[in-house]
């Protein structure tokens, strides 16, 4: 039981990082590096500039209801800011280009972090009443990794409606099928490609608020690792597909805590090395990613 | 005209641009300048092992400092004194323990070694093509750097590995990065060279044409593990320590960058992209130590080096989307043969597409 929802909880974080990366992926082809960024930033919007261990809070003493928005606030807020700035003129690049300048953005982002704040990790004390367990069908689980299960169904069920029900889902979604031809029928492609930024990056400080709260601390490496895994998630859900960047979300994360419970004791070091040759045989079997987008397939 | 003497003046040109380094190097005599240039020789090494690969396929690869790594671990159980060994890694096989080579010998090896797994692993992963492909090589990164993070009585873990003979001269890493150079023209002019890039253009067209794909990648995947494998072992004798974590990420995003800031299709790119973005952040250690002028000193606030070496290089990108030097190469001027052939005979006019979807 108690893994399950360690399985399902690290699973949660790594699908809506990947649905982050897919979502930009989709409408412009761009694999970004800067989300890790984006993570970090976002939670460290509520930080005032200092070095000192202990996390002077600034906006972190808000209400909790109005704390989520701002932080959602602040990651779209970059995230739109980014493509407004850099991305923006990199629409004519190849993906590898536009691959190192998200990289290269990140780097800005991270040392930016890196001058305000030092690279110590800070202690925070967020939403401190999550931290207590509960017992569900007799195993204690604390009560954040359910609210984070259960948040990210909700954003997951939010999101869909909004794809399928909106004219801006609609839009989007169109556009991630086929650009050039959503944009012949009248899709403001800058428009839906600031869309996707600003929904990326609120998913990106969702990410960087469960971390946050799980871990009681923060520091700047914090979205690298999310990221990383974010990103294989992406790939062999099958690049530009929303359902499948889930789903191999889910996988990863299964397959991170199982692996953790059923390889010998000798081994569970090299666990990371079982899951990362497992993503190598899950991409030679499917090339293409679990679920395949329509679009992407390499055409002769 | 021959291939060789038509696409000669590249290597010779790159040649001379390295010996001048070395050449200002040793007027200049003072040490931590020697330092820097042993780094920009080494990361020559390296980029240019990155562009056999990516630039002749066009696949990205996130994977080549895994090789590196392999290159550096292997020079260092073959040259750190044996009683040192004993204490350190006392998991080594007993021929390893005892073997003590010189620094030269030891890189040799560490580049077969290097050269046998890249083999390996392409032998897998060559089939792949695209994105599915740099994910599966960032994948066999990963596993590198978490088997030599955990592999406690051989590679000692995550402690350093210290007792490394230090190499200070620069001519070494210069002979090295002159070879580096060397081997990537003859792939790049060779047969399978030119099947690579055919296959990279025309994917369709070159297999109908009798190119096995996947062979040729597989030999220019070995042949950068190969060339990444000796400048892992040189890194190592730069600086007599190794640990995992010098061979993952960053090193990869930092070559990587100099690949792409150079232009990712060019010899000419991979050497120019890693001595201009090397004066860069050296130019700006410098701003940050600060700069006398006069009797006041300027400086730059600390981190500041990080920031603005990001935005030069988002700028290039923008400015030069290709990178630098583009798809082109370095060569003697030549009117006559430029102006019947607008094109550069030897070089591929090609569209500034590198990846397939």
Known sequence: MQTLFDALSLGSLYALGALGIALI???????NFAHGDVISFSIF????????????????????????????????????LSEIIVFRRFRRANPATMMIASFALGFVIRYFLLMLFSSRPKSISLLPALSQPVEILGARIPLLQVITIVATIAILFALTAFLKRTR???????????????????????????????????????????????????????????????????VI?????????????????????VMQTVLPIDARPFRDAF?????????????????????????? | MSVIRRTISTPILLTLILI????????????????????????????VGLYIFIGNSGVMSFGHIGFTCLGGYAAAWLTIPPMMKQTLLPGLPDWLMNAQLPYWAGAIFAALWAALWAAMFGKILMRLSGIAASIATFAMLAMINTVYSNWESVTAATSSVVGI???RSIWPYLIAAIIAVIVAWLHAISRAGLALRAARDEPTAAAASGVDIPKQRLIAFTLSGVVMGMGGALFAHSIGVV???????????????????????????????????????????WLEAGVTIGTTTIAIPNGLQEIALGIVMILILIRRPAGIMANSELRWPRPNLDAANPQNPGEDPRPQTTQQQ
């Open chain 1, 168 to 234: 801006f889902g609609l839009e989007m979604r169109a556009a991630a099928e086929n650009f050039t031809m959503a944009r012949m029928l009248g899709v403001r492609a800058n428009r839906v490609i600031m869309g996707a930024f600003a929904l990326s990056g609120a998913l990106a400080a969702a990410i960087g608020l469960i971390l946050a709260a799980q871990t009681g601390t923060v520091d700047i490496q914090m979205g690298a690792s999310v990221m990383l895994m974010a990103f294989i998630a992406t």
């Open chain 1, 25 to 31: 992926f989709g409408v412009m082809r761009l694999v």
């Open chain 2, 165 to 167: 003979p230090i190499i």
């Open chain 2, 20 to 47: 001048a380094i070395a050449l200002i190097a040793v007027t200049a005599g003072s040490r931590p300048f020697n330092q820097t240039v042993i780094d920009i020789f080494l990361r020559v090494i390296l980029v």
């Open chain 1, 45 to 80: 919007a509520l930080l005032w500039p200092s070095t000192d261990a202990v996390a002077i809070v600034f906006a972190g003493e808000l209400p909790w209801f109005l704390l989520i928005p701002f932080v959602l606030a602040m990651g779209a807020g970059l995230s739109v």
């Open chain 2, 243 to 285: 640990t995992p974590d010098t061979f993952y990420l960053t090193l990869t995003f930092t070559t990587l960058s100099m690949l792409v800031v150079g232009g990712i299709g060019s010899l000419s790119g991979a050497v120019l992209g890693v001595v201009i973005l090397s004066s860069l952040i050296q130019a700006l250690r």
């Open chain 1, 275 to 300: 899951v990362y040759g497992a993503v190598i045989l899950v991409l030679i079997f499917r090339p293409q990613g679990l679920i395949a987008a329509r679009g992407t397939k390499e055409r002769v």
């Open chain 1, 237 to 257: 859900g099958g690049l530009g597909s929303l359902p499948g960047a889930v789903l191999a979300g889910f996988l990863l994360g299964a397959a991170s805590v």
